[in-house]
Protein backbone atom coordinates (compact mmCIF):
# COMPACT_ATOMS: atom_id res chain seq x y z
CA UNK A 1 0.00 0.00 0.00
CA UNK A 2 1.41 3.44 -0.94
CA UNK A 3 2.40 5.26 2.33
CA UNK A 4 1.72 8.93 3.19
CA UNK A 5 5.21 9.60 2.48
CA UNK A 6 4.98 8.85 -0.47
CA UNK A 7 1.98 10.99 -1.48
CA UNK A 8 3.87 13.91 -0.04
CA UNK A 9 6.72 13.52 -2.48
CA UNK A 10 4.65 13.53 -5.51
CA UNK A 11 3.11 16.61 -4.05
CA UNK A 12 6.24 18.01 -3.63
CA UNK A 13 6.99 17.83 -7.76
CA UNK A 14 3.86 19.80 -8.26
CA UNK A 15 5.64 22.80 -9.09
CA UNK A 16 7.68 21.36 -11.91
CA UNK A 17 4.86 19.82 -14.00
CA UNK A 18 1.98 22.66 -13.63
CA UNK A 19 -2.23 22.55 -13.46
CA UNK A 20 -2.51 19.12 -14.56
CA UNK A 21 -0.75 17.42 -11.80
CA UNK A 22 -1.70 19.82 -9.38
CA UNK A 23 -5.33 18.45 -9.72
CA UNK A 24 -4.07 14.72 -10.41
CA UNK A 25 -2.45 14.53 -7.41
CA UNK A 26 -4.84 16.15 -5.60
CA UNK A 27 -7.28 13.62 -6.62
CA UNK A 28 -4.52 10.72 -6.18
CA UNK A 29 -4.21 11.74 -2.53
CA UNK A 30 -8.31 11.41 -2.00
CA UNK A 31 -7.44 8.02 -3.76
CA UNK A 32 -4.79 7.08 -1.64
CA UNK A 33 -6.94 7.95 2.07
CA UNK A 34 -9.59 5.41 0.63
CA UNK A 35 -7.29 2.29 0.00
CA UNK A 36 -6.92 1.32 3.38
CA UNK A 37 -10.86 1.89 4.07
CA UNK A 38 -11.86 -0.19 1.40
CA UNK A 39 -9.27 -2.88 1.31
CA UNK A 40 -10.47 -3.50 5.12
CA UNK A 41 -13.56 -4.71 3.77
CA UNK A 42 -11.86 -7.59 1.87
CA UNK A 43 -14.45 -9.48 -0.10
CA UNK A 44 -17.63 -7.04 0.48
CA UNK A 45 -18.41 -4.87 -2.39
CA UNK A 46 -18.54 -1.14 -1.94
CA UNK A 47 -21.98 0.35 -1.46
CA UNK A 48 -23.54 2.60 -3.66
CA UNK A 49 -22.69 5.85 -2.39
CA UNK A 50 -18.88 5.30 -2.00
CA UNK A 51 -19.01 3.46 -5.38
CA UNK A 52 -20.47 6.74 -7.05
CA UNK A 53 -18.47 8.53 -5.53
CA UNK A 54 -15.11 6.73 -6.21
CA UNK A 55 -16.49 6.33 -9.64
CA UNK A 56 -16.66 10.31 -9.71
CA UNK A 57 -13.22 10.83 -8.58
CA UNK A 58 -11.43 8.32 -11.25
CA UNK A 59 -14.08 9.90 -14.81
CA UNK A 60 -12.41 13.45 -13.39
CA UNK A 61 -8.60 11.91 -12.71
CA UNK A 62 -9.50 10.05 -16.22
CA UNK A 63 -9.77 13.68 -17.77
CA UNK A 64 -6.48 14.95 -16.00
CA UNK A 65 -4.48 12.18 -16.91
CA UNK A 66 -5.19 12.52 -20.49
CA UNK A 67 -3.82 15.64 -20.33
CA UNK A 68 -0.31 14.95 -18.70
CA UNK A 69 -0.44 12.11 -21.02
CA UNK A 70 -0.42 9.56 -18.29
CA UNK A 71 -1.46 6.31 -20.73
CA UNK A 72 -0.97 3.71 -17.66
CA UNK A 73 -1.95 5.31 -14.90
CA UNK A 74 -5.28 5.97 -17.19
CA UNK A 75 -5.63 2.31 -18.17
CA UNK A 76 -5.44 1.60 -14.33
CA UNK A 77 -8.33 3.86 -13.90
CA UNK A 78 -10.13 2.56 -16.64
CA UNK A 79 -9.93 -1.01 -14.69
CA UNK A 80 -11.57 0.60 -11.92
CA UNK A 81 -14.63 1.87 -13.40
CA UNK A 82 -15.04 -1.67 -14.96
CA UNK A 83 -15.04 -3.51 -11.74
CA UNK A 84 -17.23 -0.57 -9.77
CA UNK A 85 -19.46 -1.07 -12.60
CA UNK A 86 -19.40 -5.42 -12.24
CA UNK A 87 -19.88 -4.58 -8.16
CA UNK A 88 -16.38 -6.22 -7.61
CA UNK A 89 -15.16 -7.35 -4.29
CA UNK A 90 -13.29 -4.47 -2.47
CA UNK A 91 -10.34 -5.92 -2.66
CA UNK A 92 -10.27 -5.81 -6.31
CA UNK A 93 -10.86 -2.52 -6.42
CA UNK A 94 -8.38 -1.87 -3.45
CA UNK A 95 -5.66 -3.31 -6.36
CA UNK A 96 -5.96 -1.30 -8.79
CA UNK A 97 -6.51 1.95 -6.69
CA UNK A 98 -2.76 0.93 -5.88
CA UNK A 99 -2.14 0.35 -9.63
CA UNK A 100 -3.27 4.10 -10.29
CA UNK A 101 -0.64 5.15 -7.52
CA UNK A 102 2.55 3.32 -8.54
CA UNK A 103 1.85 3.63 -11.96
CA UNK A 104 1.25 7.02 -12.00
CA UNK A 105 4.91 7.32 -10.05
CA UNK A 106 6.42 4.95 -12.33
CA UNK A 107 5.02 7.29 -15.79
CA UNK A 108 6.22 10.67 -13.51
CA UNK A 109 10.26 9.32 -14.00
CA UNK A 110 9.79 9.10 -17.83
CA UNK A 111 8.69 12.94 -18.12
CA UNK A 112 10.66 15.80 -17.69
CA UNK A 113 8.87 19.58 -17.90
CA UNK A 114 9.45 22.96 -17.39
CA UNK A 115 8.63 25.49 -14.28
CA UNK A 116 8.06 28.80 -16.04
CA UNK A 117 8.30 32.13 -13.80
CA UNK A 118 5.02 34.59 -13.65
CA UNK A 119 6.59 36.58 -16.44
CA UNK A 120 7.68 33.61 -18.76
CA UNK A 121 4.41 32.21 -18.43
CA UNK A 122 2.92 35.47 -19.50
CA UNK A 123 5.69 35.61 -22.62
CA UNK A 124 4.85 31.76 -23.50
CA UNK A 125 0.62 31.99 -23.63
CA UNK A 126 0.26 35.63 -24.48
CA UNK A 127 -3.65 36.23 -25.73
CA UNK A 128 -3.48 39.86 -26.72
CA UNK A 129 -0.97 41.27 -29.49
CA UNK A 130 2.74 41.03 -28.11
CA UNK A 131 3.49 44.21 -29.84
CA UNK A 132 0.11 45.82 -29.75
CA UNK A 133 -3.15 46.01 -32.14
CA UNK A 134 -1.51 48.93 -34.17
CA UNK A 135 1.64 46.54 -35.50
CA UNK A 136 -0.49 44.08 -35.56
CA UNK A 137 -2.97 45.94 -38.10
CA UNK A 138 0.31 47.49 -40.00
CA UNK A 139 2.12 43.84 -40.23
CA UNK A 140 0.06 40.77 -40.45
CA UNK A 141 2.38 38.49 -41.74
CA UNK A 142 4.87 39.13 -39.31
CA UNK A 143 2.62 38.22 -36.16
CA UNK A 144 3.61 34.71 -36.49
CA UNK A 145 7.41 35.35 -35.73
CA UNK A 146 6.74 38.20 -33.22
CA UNK A 147 4.50 35.03 -31.42
CA UNK A 148 7.32 33.02 -31.77
CA UNK A 149 9.82 35.21 -30.59
CA UNK A 150 7.92 35.48 -27.59
CA UNK A 151 8.02 31.82 -26.23
CA UNK A 152 10.95 31.08 -27.69
CA UNK A 153 12.38 33.72 -25.11
CA UNK A 154 10.11 32.32 -22.23
CA UNK A 155 11.66 29.29 -22.97
CA UNK A 156 15.42 30.05 -22.66
CA UNK A 157 15.80 29.55 -26.36
CA UNK A 158 17.40 33.25 -26.44
CA UNK A 159 19.09 33.21 -30.39
CA UNK A 160 16.08 31.43 -31.65
CA UNK A 161 13.99 34.40 -30.21
CA UNK A 162 16.21 37.01 -32.16
CA UNK A 163 15.76 34.81 -35.14
CA UNK A 164 12.42 35.13 -35.26
CA UNK A 165 12.87 38.82 -34.41
CA UNK A 166 14.64 39.12 -37.54
CA UNK A 167 11.71 37.68 -39.42
CA UNK A 168 9.44 40.26 -38.53
CA UNK A 169 12.16 42.93 -39.48
CA UNK A 170 11.90 41.86 -42.64
CA UNK A 171 7.98 42.24 -42.84
CA UNK A 172 8.89 45.68 -41.30
CA UNK A 173 11.32 46.51 -43.73
CA UNK A 174 8.72 45.79 -46.91
CA UNK A 175 5.88 47.78 -44.90
CA UNK A 176 8.50 50.41 -44.73
CA UNK A 177 9.36 50.24 -48.42
CA UNK A 178 6.24 49.85 -49.93
CA UNK A 179 4.98 52.78 -48.25
CA UNK A 180 7.86 55.03 -49.45
CA UNK A 181 7.72 53.54 -52.79
CA UNK A 182 10.67 51.96 -53.59
CA UNK A 183 11.08 48.65 -55.72
CA UNK A 184 12.37 45.74 -55.14
CA UNK A 185 11.81 45.37 -51.24
CA UNK A 186 13.31 42.08 -51.10
CA UNK A 187 16.62 43.56 -51.54
CA UNK A 188 19.57 43.35 -49.18
CA UNK A 189 18.80 45.91 -46.23
CA UNK A 190 21.69 48.38 -46.81
CA UNK A 191 20.88 49.17 -50.23
CA UNK A 192 17.11 49.35 -49.32
CA UNK A 193 18.51 52.06 -46.60
CA UNK A 194 20.00 53.83 -49.15
CA UNK A 195 16.69 54.35 -51.36
CA UNK A 196 15.20 54.81 -47.92
CA UNK A 197 17.43 57.74 -46.79
CA UNK A 198 17.46 59.92 -50.56
CA UNK A 199 13.43 59.20 -50.92
CA UNK A 200 12.85 60.65 -46.79
CA UNK A 201 15.96 63.81 -47.97
CA UNK A 202 13.61 64.58 -50.55
CA UNK A 203 10.38 65.00 -48.09
CA UNK A 204 9.41 68.92 -47.25
CA UNK A 205 10.87 69.68 -43.58
CA UNK A 206 8.22 69.09 -40.83
CA UNK A 207 6.70 66.42 -38.19
CA UNK A 208 6.59 63.91 -41.52
CA UNK A 209 10.06 64.18 -42.82
CA UNK A 210 11.40 63.86 -39.16
CA UNK A 211 9.14 60.99 -38.21
CA UNK A 212 10.36 58.91 -40.94
CA UNK A 213 14.02 60.25 -40.72
CA UNK A 214 13.26 58.65 -36.96
CA UNK A 215 12.39 54.97 -38.51
CA UNK A 216 15.37 55.17 -40.95
CA UNK A 217 17.69 55.47 -37.79
CA UNK A 218 16.05 52.78 -35.84
CA UNK A 219 16.34 50.65 -38.73
CA UNK A 220 20.04 51.48 -39.00
CA UNK A 221 20.37 50.64 -35.56
CA UNK A 222 19.05 47.29 -35.83
CA UNK A 223 21.08 46.22 -38.37
CA UNK A 224 24.63 47.35 -37.49
CA UNK A 225 23.77 45.52 -33.64
CA UNK A 226 22.44 42.65 -34.64
CA UNK A 227 21.48 41.52 -37.82
CA UNK A 228 24.50 41.24 -39.46
CA UNK A 229 25.77 38.90 -36.76
CA UNK A 230 22.37 37.32 -36.12
CA UNK A 231 23.11 35.81 -39.99
CA UNK A 232 26.61 34.57 -38.87
CA UNK A 233 25.71 30.94 -37.80
CA UNK A 234 27.95 31.01 -35.08
CA UNK A 235 26.51 33.83 -33.17
CA UNK A 236 24.46 33.23 -29.80
CA UNK A 237 22.60 35.86 -27.63
CA UNK A 238 22.29 35.77 -23.80
CA UNK A 239 19.08 36.55 -21.87
CA UNK A 240 20.13 39.97 -21.63
CA UNK A 241 21.58 40.61 -25.61
CA UNK A 242 17.60 38.58 -26.56
CA UNK A 243 15.71 40.97 -24.43
CA UNK A 244 17.23 43.85 -25.42
CA UNK A 245 16.94 43.14 -29.20
CA UNK A 246 13.01 42.48 -28.54
CA UNK A 247 12.50 45.41 -26.96
CA UNK A 248 14.65 47.20 -29.88
CA UNK A 249 12.34 45.54 -32.55
CA UNK A 250 9.15 46.18 -30.53
CA UNK A 251 10.20 49.90 -30.31
CA UNK A 252 10.65 50.04 -34.12
CA UNK A 253 7.64 48.56 -35.31
CA UNK A 254 5.80 50.59 -32.89
CA UNK A 255 7.03 53.62 -34.32
CA UNK A 256 6.72 52.38 -37.54
CA UNK A 257 3.13 51.15 -37.32
CA UNK A 258 1.26 54.42 -37.56
CA UNK A 259 3.21 55.30 -40.71
CA UNK A 260 2.57 52.68 -43.19
CA UNK A 261 -0.36 51.06 -44.93
CA UNK A 262 -1.01 47.53 -44.13
CA UNK A 263 0.93 46.15 -46.94
CA UNK A 264 -1.34 42.61 -47.04
Request: glycine share 4%; proline share 4%.
Amino acid sequence: MISAERLWSLWDMLPIYGEGLVGTVGYLARIGALIEDIGSRDDQPLKERPSKSLSTVITRLERLLKIIDAPATLAAAAEVKKHLARGAKSSVIANWLEQILSRFEAELKGKQMLLLTSDETKRLRAKEPVFGEAVEDAFPSALEDIAEASKCSALGRYTASVFHLMRAMECAVQGLSHALHIQNPEREWGKLLSDMEKKIEAMPKGDARDQWSESHAHLYHVKQAWRNKTMHPKKTYTDEEAHAVFAAVRSFMRHLAPLVTPAE
